[in-house]
């Protein structure tokens, strides 16, 4: 039975492609392996959207392919996902030792095409073409890797993107949006709840437009409006999370949506990417900082102690420091619960990268820090404010670091570590906050739950 170490890199939707395709490879007979060095097949899972990703994975490759090579071990090695998708064959051309390049719509076929690899049927394989359908046949769950059933589950609900934002590689990765049917996604949400998932996070490239062909609006509702209307219905699921939204989906369909769904959980992650009117049309974002302003309030009222995080580019060709400044100044105003900060950094046939006024890397660096001083003070105030309060978390199981201390989430999204056993795991809770770290809340379920 061979055995196979899938690595992944970037986001939640890399996350939920390898737990597929593991899940894929355990059917058709394969075992996980423990690491990369005892595994007869190691994948990578690549991610694409900033240069750093892409060099991590080759540099990992690199590795892998030196040590198999210097152990006399025969291996078989493969790129997946959107760097596999973005490059194809350039990447066997620059590391002649990969067998395998699978893009982002071919995931389904990786049992098949590792079984003719392993056999020595073929020597090499790509494929990154293009497939109808391909956004629904990511089915197959492999719950954290093992048989055992997770709190949390994602569920992928399209693939792609037509924003076309000027910095993104993406809509060359993952390609136009395909959106899967809602029965389709509530039966898989269904079959997941059956099996003990309580917590389900959507997922897609641009959430906020799914359905837009199949499901025009209805009731002034849009298909993804509509999609959280039918996975709220299923008796036994507690929570619901999406990523990745886009702001101009904020319309009131989706605030209303937050007040009216008790199961909608109050946080949102609302990618900003800069302050700047001008920075944000050369960006081809489609809103203004006004009307990001205006939506974040318009969830504060509809939710108050909703948790509202971000991501920003910091040096996108053409920022200046009055740029930069209103970005400054719209965090300070909108109060983010945390925000992802990114250097610009240029891709491959984006129109931003043969843009004019390219910021320098020591610039990009200065205001990377400077932003990230004020995103993480705002974000410490924020946490301490939690310290004496009651919260709800929903019990994910044992903290990765310290295997004594559980971990659970807030519904605004904030990790909970406490003194817990397996008993607490999956359940609903609450705890009293006695103090924070990093990024953690520390709570008490003793206090509350005699
Ligand atoms: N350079 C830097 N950051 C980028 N992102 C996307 N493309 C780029 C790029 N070319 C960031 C955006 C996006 C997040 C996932 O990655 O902030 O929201």
């Given at each position: 039975m061979p055995s196979v170490y899938i690595k992944t890199y970037g986001c939640q939707m890399n996350e939920r492609d390898s737990e597929a395709v593991a899940a894929q490879l355990v059917a058709k007979g394969y075992s996980l392996a423990k690491s990369e060095a005892t595994a007869d097949v190691v994948l990578l899972n690549t991610c694409s959207v900033r240069d750093f990703a892409e060099q991590k994975a080759i540099n990992k490759m690199q590795n892998i392919v030196g040590t198999a090579r210097s152990e006399k071990r025969d291996q078989i090695v493969g790129f997946m996902g959107c760097m596999a998708q973005s490059r194809g064959q350039e990447l066997i051309d620059k590391l002649p030792d990969v067998d395998l390049v699978l893009g982002?719509?071919?995931?389904?076929r990786a049992a098949e095409y590792l079984d003719e690899l392993l056999a020595g049927t073929r020597k090499k394989i790509v494929d990154v073409a293009a497939e109808e359908?391909?956004?629904?046949?990511?089915?197959e769950h492999l719950l954290n890797g093992s048989a055992k059933t997770s709190v949390s589950a994602f569920v992928s609900i399209m693939q792609g993107c037509?924003?076309?934002?000027?910095?993104?590689i993406v809509p060359a990765t993952r390609g136009e949006e395909r959106s899967r049917t809602i029965p389709d996604i509530v039966a898989e949400c269904r079959e997941l709840v059956a099996r003990g998932v309580r917590e389900i996070i959507l997922l897609g490239q641009?959430?906020?437009?799914?359905?837009k062909r199949d499901y025009p609006g209805l009731d002034g509702k849009s298909g993804f409006v509509q999609l959280l209307d039918a996975v709220h219905e299923l008796d036994g699921l507690d929570r619901i999370r999406f990523t990745s939204p886009h702001p101009k989906g904020y319309g009131d369909d989706l605030v209303e949506a937050y007040a009216r769904l008790?199961?909608?959980?109050?946080?949102a992650h609302i990618p900003?990417?800069?302050?700047?009117d001008r920075i944000l049309k050369l960006m081809h974002r489609g809103y203004s900082r006004e009307k990001f302003l205006g939506i974040v309030g318009k969830l504060r009222r509809a939710k108050p102690g909703i948790g509202i995080t971000t991501d920003i580019i910091v040096g996108f060709p053409g920022e200046t420091e009055e740029d930069f400044e209103l970005t400054l100044s719209l965090c300070r105003e909108v109060q983010f619960d945390n925000a992802y900060i990114f250097k610009y950094s240029p891709r491959r046939d984006t129109p931003a990268a043969e843009m004019p006024d390219q910021v320098p890397q020591t610039i990009r660096e200065e205001r990377n820090e400077r932003l990230l001083n004020l995103v993480n003070e705002i974000a410490a105030k924020k946490y301490d404010a939690f310290i004496g309060r009651q919260v709800e978390i929903l019990v994910e199981g044992p903290s990765k670091k310290n295997a004594a201390r559980y971990t659970g989430r807030t519904r605004c999204n904030r990790i909970v570590l406490f003194d817990g056993s397996t008993r607490h795991q999956g359940q609903l809770m609450e705890v009293k906050i006695e103090r924070t770290g990093s990024f953690t809340l520390y709570g008490d379920p003793a206090v509350v739950n005699l």
């Open positions: 982002t719509q071919k995931f389904h359908k391909s956004e629904a046949t990511i089915r037509n924003q076309h934002c000027t910095f993104c641009i959430v906020t437009s799914f359905g008790p199961k909608l959980c109050e946080s900003l990417q800069s302050g700047s």
